[in-house]
């Protein structure tokens, strides 16, 4: 029974004190990391204001009813290049011409302002972004518009 007594050292109430503080102390530092990392990376809101959102709500499922009934099928895709390309088929499925794009992109969970795209045709039911996107995983937000009419789209890219 000394030999063993000898091998491990009495449990004290300091030393479970230590244990104790050693633990909740690294969970809190653990806990605190996440949620800084939590806020300082996605914001957590779609609108700024919900209200005011929901008075346009009616507006905007008329929209999107309306370009649903155009038929355009969108194709986006990154070159070789890294430049955005954008066919757009009408509803019987040829090109679509003349044909206007613009744009943003913005990274995904980054809390980081949308930068504007630039696009110019390359040929019919074609656009190709001025600029380039940088690596990583994108979303773009595309304004297409062909006469008076106009669809919007959403994809991402990486």
């Not at 996440?34 to 499922?61: E, I, K, P």
């Not at 509803?91 to 930068?115: I, S």
């Not at 039911?125 to 006469?147: A, C, F, K, M, Y």
């Amino acid at each position: 029974m000394t030999t063993l007594a000898r091998r491990y050292a009495a449990m004290t109430g300091w030393r479970m004190f230590a244990i104790f503080i050693s633990f909740f102390g690294i969970v809190f530092i653990v806990n605190f990391f996440m949620a800084y990392l939590a806020v300082s990376t996605f914001t957590g809101t779609v609108v700024d204001n919900s209200y005011v959102a929901s008075q346009q709500f009616n507006g905007w499922l008329a929209e999107a009813h309306a370009e649903k009934a155009l038929g355009w099928q969108t194709t986006v895709r990154l070159d070789s290049d890294r430049h955005i390309v954008v066919r757009v088929l009408d509803k019987t499925g040829r090109p679509l011409a003349p044909l206007d794009a613009k744009g943003t992109m913005a990274h995904m969970l980054v809390n980081a302002p949308p930068q504007a795209l630039h696009f110019s045709p390359t040929d019919a039911g074609n656009v190709r972004s001025i600029e380039r996107l940088p690596q990583g995983r994108w979303q773009t937000r595309l304004t297409l518009v062909s006469g008076t009419h106009q669809l919007r789209a959403a994809e991402d890219v990486k």
